[in-house]
């Protein structure tokens, strides 16, 4: 779907990553100056992901280029970043460690810079939404037979299409190895993974969890997956083991009834933490689907910062969190 002005702009603001507002009310509200800050953000993030590995070593040459990013990225709203690179910074100022600290900034610095351009060239970004599971069977028969005839371009063509999707857990998994094999120009694979799955299209039909499976996207990490649970009034209820070996706890009740105690008084986005969690909870609620930063404090009082999804149940009006925590 192309994008208009309003378009790129409905787009950018939905990006959990920026603060548009704060960033447009910084350049007189004025779209095509935010804009070209973007581009200018977008162009710089492979020369600095490169300086800042080949640096990370050299202190001084470190925070030189670390400095300039975390300009860049406060410029745009990007103040999760930011406050990332600042952290980073200083470390390196002052001697401290902060090697550890710069892959996730790395991983997430791209992952912005992907979806900038892909809005600011015209094509929505958004969280993908739920696909048509019962039409799936036959766009992959379709992308089947132009392989077994040694075509590429109308097979990825349908496979573009689907992949603006999810489905479930493990169809969203076969789709990614389907488009790395296509790209690979594997066709025997790909006829391969086109066969592995058609029967879990319909398995998936099947499946009355279908919905939550699929909106649960980020479980495609092999890494545990935390998981928490919000009742009707927004009150912490449950929580499962791995939330409570990354906080260093050994029972729930140490920590449903404490959620802010491991919690830095603040967020990235210099929000205080109940006003961002009350925030994110509402989000998700509206919108069934919403995806956040947050940061909590383990018992020793280290930050651990995550990408949260939050799904609302809207037969019994709870919000459920999932995250990884890296």
């Known amino acids: ?5 309003k378009g790129r702009l409905a787009a950018l ?24 800050a973007l581009r200018s953000l977008v162009n710089q993030v492979e020369p600095v ?13 470190f925070a030189v280029h670390i400095h300039g990013i975390k300009g860049g990225l406060s410029t745009v709203g990007g103040l999760a970043l930011a406050e ?8 390196a100022r002052k001697g401290e460690a902060y090697a550890h600290l710069l892959p996730p900034f790395l ?19 958004d969280t993908k939404v739920l696909g048509d599971i019962t039409s799936l069977p036959a766009k992959l028969q379709a992308i089947r037979e132009g392989l077994e005839l040694y075509e590429l371009e109308q097979p990825m063509d349908l496979l573009n299409e689907v992949r603006h999707f999810t ?8 789709l990614k190895q ?48 935390s998981y928490l649970l919000w009742d009707a009034q927004k009150n912490l209820i449950d929580c499962n083991e791995d939330v409570l070996t990354m906080l260093g706890l050994t029972a729930k009740e ?21 006003e961002a969690h009350r925030m994110n909870l509402d989000r998700a609620i509206r919108d069934s689907l919403h995806v956040c930063m947050w940061t909590f404090w383990d018992v020793n009082g280290h930050e651990i910062s995550v990408e949260m999804t939050l799904i609302l149940n809207k037969q019994k009006r709870q919000v459920q969190g999932f995250f990884v925590a890296e």
């Open 107 to 125: 991983t997430r610095l791209k992952e912005l810079g992907r979806k900038l351009d892909g809005i600011l060239n015209g094509m929505a970004q």
């Open 13 to 36: 603001a939905r990006l959990t990553e920026l603060n548009v507002p704060v960033a447009l009310e910084r350049m007189s509200n004025i779209q095509s100056v935010y804009e070209d």
């Open 167 to 174: 489905f479930t857990k493990a169809i969203d998994q076969q």
């Open 49 to 61: 992901c490169r300086q800042l590995s080949d640096s990370v070593n050299q202190s001084d040459a």
């Open 178 to 225: 389907l488009h790395t094999a296509l790209s690979a120009i594997e066709y025997k694979a790909g006829i391969a993974i086109v066969d592995k799955l058609l029967p879990l299209c319909e398995q998936g039909q099947n499946d009355e969890d279908y919905e939550q499976q699929a909106r649960a996207g980020i479980q495609l990490s092999d890494k545990p997956v």
């Open 84 to 91: 990332m690179a600042l952290r980073m910074e200083m470390a």
């Open 1 to 5: 779907m192309n994008l208009d002005d």
């Open 254 to 274: 140490d920590f449903i009834g404490h959620f802010f105690d491991f919690a830095p008084p603040k967020q990235a986005q210099l929000q205080l933490s109940k």
